[in-house]
């Protein structure tokens, strides 16, 4: 197993591969082509190690979600190994630290391609640095893997998404919040691309569940004081409220928003604040509430129960362990099945085997992704958040499909 | 209603913070760009320390709050100070060191302080959250007393004497050094009280603060050097700005035009003929029967 120190790592292979590094940079001055697909010397040794790029913020704001991250990646990948690898070809990664910035993501992804001549790339957390890293694996012809829920418009022919999307989260939740609480849903989400995105999503649910959005509410990312949005929010009277305010303001709003008499039991919250993440911060303001997701903790299925038994003895955890691990676990298996199937380390062939494979897993039977949007067609689980801040499963929502197409694709 | 006790809420925190780094420039001349991250170390205190009454938290906060300061002006602007682009530069590291810091011991995810009194009052027949409304008047209360220590006592006319001119207040009896150290603890105490005070509605994570800085770095560059009266006047006025933009607005649409206003007020005092305007207006009335 390659160390997961990136420091070192990167350093000791810069100094081996300086030969090629420089003549592929000149190669690229010369014919001025970036965002060419890899040369011979590029490419992975194919009857060599399976190597991952591993990019996640290590650093920074999103350093607890990123580290998660990492630690699933790397349980998966010490269980293949102990299996054989794939077809007698060990799993080596290479973790790099982006720190959430998408500059750094883009030079990384670059440098995992080129010098450390990975077969797939997996990780980041931000829709941003997810783009980023897309980008690039779309001109190398690198498979790229993401476990962070949620989803954008646009796709990419090479990167694939093991979190749920946003209409696998909202489709089966849509319809019972509307039952439960009422058909006057208001929508609030932070002010960049993908509270848009899933606004949009959740606006054509609504309608075709029967309600009505009497409230649409967008703010900057890092307020402090929600008032005049809460105030606005209330005077529309709605039954539900779905909410994409993420990071530290998913907490912010959700506090003033019942401190300010919005956010009360009769009132139908599903959203961004419910997430595992906030638990610790929230606590009894989201308990007893459900919430949609792809993976639990809690779910009663021997290879997740064996999986969070080994992340929490890893790891000496007691909390939650965090859905994004459990998605990067099976994801990476995912994708270590699929360059099984393969049968080498050629990216592109990876890369098609991974358009083609079926998966039984925990995220269900027989997963696979769509051709016209690479949204993972997976189970998704109907939680129900304990006092003590467990997310235990209450319902099971078998294959939840996404078919809708997206640009980019193929 | 709403608005007006929405302006108050707001007031109370930026009104801390902007007095808070007013006094500090009127003694140094320096900007504290620490100013965000030293509420973020008062919100940790408040945060952490769970086993004690919220009241008992705050005070803690405070308590340790004078030795560190002391420290810090000591330790690290006592040399710069002569120099303000330095010293500035060195509250920029403070603050990132004081993230960094927070970071590491208490990791990046946001924690929440439970609100220590419950409840909504009725204010002239709008409900308002009572904490919120405790936080407003104990802030307005300490800034008053503040303003009250800085025009009736004898420090405060140190204080407004080495803003003005202080080679001359030096040559008057004035140590410099101690007027910037007390300086430095006070305006960073009401930066830390404003923390702790406003954890229970905020998220507290280490990043808190730095989101801080921007209107109460408006209120300082809208302040007159000196006069911590101009300071709290130019925090009600952001809070007022920013309240009232965000009420009849979207979000996103007042925070641009909030910037836009701020910017343009900020570019036309700097104009000489706005200095003239208002100087005839502060001109001192000629003695009766002068010629």
């Known amino acids: 197993m390659v160390p997961s120190h990136s420091r070192t790592r990167g350093r000791r292979l810069m100094r081996a591969s300086r030969t090629p590094a420089l003549a592929a940079a000149c190669a690229l001055a010369l014919t001025g082509c970036q965002g060419a697909a890899m040369s011979g010397d590029d490419a992975p040794d194919k009857g060599g190690p399976v190597r991952i790029g591993v990019i996640v913020p290590l650093t920074g704001p999103t350093s607890q979600v990123g580290t998660a991250l990492r630690n699933g990646l790397e349980l998966a990948v010490k269980e293949v190994n102990s299996h054989q690898g794939v077809h007698g070809r060990p799993v080596e990664y290479v973790v790099v630290d982006d720190a959430g910035d998408p500059a750094n993501s883009t030079q990384l992804a670059r440098r995992l391609v080129r010098q450390d001549k990975v077969t797939m790339l997996f990780g980041t957390i931000t829709g941003d640095t997810a783009e980023a890293v897309g980008r690039v694996a779309d001109e190398a012809h690198v498979p790229f893997g993401t476990a962070i829920l949620g989803d954008t418009e646009h796709c990419f022919a090479y990167q694939w998404g093991f979190g749920e999307s946003t209409r696998q989260m909202l489709t089966p939740t849509v319809p019972g919040l509307i039952e439960k609480y009422g058909t006057d849903v208001a929508l609030v989400g932070s002010d960049y691309n993908y509270p848009h995105f899933y606004a949009g999503v959740a606006r054509e649910l609504v309608k075709k569940a029967g309600g009505t959005v009497v409230a649409e509410e967008y703010s900057p990312l890092g307020q402090t004081d929600w008032q005049p949005v809460i105030g606005r929010l209330k005077s529309a009277k709605p039954d539900t409220v779905l909410s994409m305010v993420v990071g530290a303001d998913a907490v912010t709003f959700s506090k003033q928003a019942q401190q300010f008499g919005l956010l009360t039991p009769k009132l139908g919250f599903e959203g961004a604040p419910l997430d595992a993440d906030f638990q610790p911060a929230l606590g009894p303001l989201v308990a007893g509430r459900t919430h949609t997701v792809r993976w639990s903790d809690r779910l009663d299925d021997p290879e997740s129960r064996g999986f969070v038994k080994d992340y929490r003895a890893a790891h000496d955890w007691k909390a939650p362990v965090p859905e994004v691990a459990g998605n990067a676990y099976f994801g990476v298996e995912f994708f270590l099945a699929a360059a099984a199937k393969a049968g080498s380390n050629d990216p592109e062939a990876v890369n098609r085997a991974i358009g083609r494979l079926s998966f039984d897993s925990p995220l269900g039977k027989g997963t696979r992704f769509h051709a016209a949007n690479h949204v993972l067609q997976a189970d998704m689980q109907q939680v129900t958040i304990g006092g003590d801040g467990a997310y235990n499963v209450t319902r099971n929502h078998p294959m939840v499909a996404d078919t809708t197409p997206k640009k980019g694709c193929s | ?291």
Do not use: K
């Open chain 2, 1 to 291: 209603m709403d608005v007006l006790l929405a302006i108050i809420g707001q007031f109370g925190l930026y009104g801390l913070l902007t007095v808070g780094i007013a006094v500090i420039f009127a003694a140094t001349r320096v900007v504290n760009l620490a100013q965000g991250d030293l509420a973020m170390a008062g919100a940790y205190v408040a945060a952490t320390a769970t086993g004690a009454p919220f009241g008992i938290r705050t005070l803690l906060a405070l308590a340790a709050g004078v030795p560190l300061l002391l420290v810090i002006e000591r330790l690290l602007l006592r040399r710069p100070g002569s120099d303000g682009l330095a010293a500035m530069l060195v509250t920029w590291g403070l603050g990132m060191a004081l993230r960094q810091g927070a970071e590491l011991l208490f990791t990046g995810t946001s924690r929440t302080v439970a609100v220590p009194v419950d409840g909504t009052l009725d204010v002239l027949g709008t409900p308002y959250p009572a904490y919120r409304l405790v936080c407003a008047l104990t802030a307005i209360a300490v800034i008053t007393l503040v303003l009250l220590a800085a025009h009736r006592t004898d420090w405060g006319l140190r204080l407004r004497a080495v803003a003005d001119n202080p080679p001359m207040a030096a040559l008057l009896g004035t140590d410099p050094r101690r007027m910037r150290a007390t300086a430095f603890t006070v305006g960073g105490l009401l930066a830390i009280l404003a923390g702790a005070l406003y954890s229970p509605v905020l998220a507290v994570n280490p990043s808190m603060g730095f989101g801080l800085l921007v209107p109460v770095f408006f209120g300082l560059l809208l302040s007159r050097p000196g006069s911590l009266v101009t300071a709290a006047v130019a925090a009600l006025l952001i809070s007022a700005l920013s309240v009232l933009l965000r009420t009849w607005l979207s979000d996103t649409l007042a925070e641009a035009l909030f910037y836009a206003v701020v910017v343009a007020t900020a570019a036309l005092r700097s104009r000489p003929w706005t200095g003239r305007f208002s100087a005839w207006f502060r001109r001192t009335p000629a003695p009766v029967g002068a010629v």
